[in-house]
């Protein structure tokens, strides 16, 4: 088992900054893939960003390249993922996910390879 605790989010302007962690515990030795998703009203869950627990090779949706950061510190079991420029549309519940290798693997961008969500944390970027 695994325990996802996400945390950071709050109001932020158009074009400012902030950062989200999310805490593992639990079976975190079994974790081989952290991600990023987000949903906002009336729309799909889409992917943001993903880090290998290796530490070396990191995935980002188009949207966010270029202005989001994800990163990891396997020591405390965090994965952050630092957002900047923020845009009104980036406004959206975020979750936090981990794929572990017990779970069935469909690519990175795939929200079905995940196994292990958070509860979410709002982001809301005013104009």
């Known amino acids: 088992q695994v325990q996802l605790v996400e945390s950071g989010g709050g109001l932020v302007q158009a074009g400012g900054s902030l950062s989200l962690s999310c805490a593992a515990s639990?079976?975190?030795?079994?974790?081989?893939?952290m991600g990023w998703f987000r949903q906002a009203p009336g729309k799909e869950r889409e992917f943001v960003a993903a880090?290998?627990?290796?530490?070396?090779?990191?995935y980002y949706a188009d949207s966010v390249k270029g202005r989001f950061t994800i990163s990891r510190d396997n020591a405390k079991n965090t994965v952050d993922l630092q957002m900047n420029s923020l845009k009104p549309e980036d406004m959206a519940v975020y979750y936090c996910?981990?794929?572990?290798?017990?779970?069935?693997?469909?690519?990175?961008?795939?929200?079905?390879?995940?196994?292990?969500w958070g509860q979410g944390t709002q982001v809301t970027v005013s104009s």
């Open positions: 880090i290998s627990w290796s530490g070396d090779t990191t």
């Open positions: 639990g079976r975190t030795f079994s974790m081989y893939l």
């Open positions: 996910a981990a794929a572990t290798r017990n779970h069935y693997y469909s690519g990175s961008y795939n929200s079905k390879s995940y196994d292990y």
